[in-house]
C-alpha cells in the first residue's frame, strides 16, 4: 500500500495566536489519536497535499521528534473563505487493535446490462469498514459482469473474508437503468402492440357460417 512520508514537530503553544502563527508560516496544526497518547503536532501544509487531494487510501508515516506514527487520515478542516486546510485528524494504527476505515471501492468487468444498451450509474464510491490494520487494502474491488438491466449491485452483495461492513446492506452500490432510447423504443412498442391487434380482421364467431361470397 502506498505510503505517504510526513515530518512533523510537536506542538507546544496553543490558542489561537500560536494557530495563526502556525497558519501564517503555511504550517497545519493536527492532532494523532487512537494510540497510547494523543499526539499534538504540526506539519508543512505541501507535506500534506499527496494524502488530502487524492481518492486513493493511503497510509501516512508521521515522523516527530525521532518517533513514527503509522496513521490513516480521519478528518480534515478547511477554512470557508480561502479553502486552504487548517487542521488534519489522523488516527494510528495499533496492530491488535480493530480500527474503522473508508476504503474505495473499485468495479471491474463490464456490466451485462451495459452490453444490453443500459447506463450505469456508480452510487457509492467507498465502504466504512471495520478491521486490524494488517487487512488494510487500497480498494475494495466489486464485479459487475453480471449486473443486469434495472438491477443493482448491493453493500450486501460484497464478500470481503477480514472486513466487517458497516454499511446498511441494501444500499445500492451500482445499478443500470434503462437509457432514454430504450425507453423510448419500449414505449413505442408497448404502443403498437394494441394498435395492431385492434386493425387486425377479427375472427368469425364459433359455428358461425363462413362467408360464400356473391355469384
Not at 448491493?154 to 452500490?173: A, G, M, Q
Request: charged share 25%.
Amino acid at each position: 500500500m502506498n505510503t505517504i512520508t510526513i515530518e512533523g514537530q510537536l506542538r507546544t503553544g496553543f490558542g489561537k495566536k500560536a494557530t495563526r502563527q502556525l497558519r501564517s508560516q503555511e504550517q497545519v496544526p493536527g492532532v494523532i489519536y487512537g494510540g497510547a497518547q494523543e499526539i499534538n503536532f504540526y506539519a508543512p501544509a505541501a507535506a500534506l497535499k499527496p494524502l488530502i487531494y487524492t481518492p486513493k487510501f493511503q497510509l501516512a508515516e508521521v515522523k516527530i521528534n525521532g518517533n513514527t506514527y503509522r496513521c490513516i487520515l480521519k478528518d480534515l478542516q478547511f477554512d470557508k473563505v480561502t479553502d486552504d486546510l487548517i487542521h488534519i485528524d489522523l488516527l494510528e494504527l495499533v496492530e491488535d487493535k480493530k480500527m474503522i476505515a473508508s476504503i474505495p471501492l473499485h468495479l471491474t468487468g463490464n456490466a451485462k446490462g451495459v452490453k444490453d444498451g443500459g447506463k450505469l450509474y456508480v452510487k457509492m464510491k467507498a465502504l466504512k469498514v471495520k478491521t486490524y490494520p494488517k487487512y488494510l487494502k487500497e480498494r475494495i474491488e466489486v464485479n459487475i459482469d453480471n449486473l443486469e438491466l434495472n438491477g443493482n449491485v448491493r453493500v450486501e452483495d460484497v464478500k470481503e473474508e477480514h472486513f466487517e461492513i458497516l454499511n446498511s446492506p441494501r444500499i445500492p452500490i451500482a445499478s443500470v437503468t434503462l437509457t432514454r432510447q430504450l425507453k423510448q423504443e419500449e414505449a413505442a412498442a408497448t404502443t403498437a402492440a394494441p394498435a395492431a391487434a385492434a386493425s387486425a380482421p377479427a375472427a368469425p364467431a364459433a359455428g358461425a357460417p363462413a362467408d360464400k361470397g356473391k355469384k
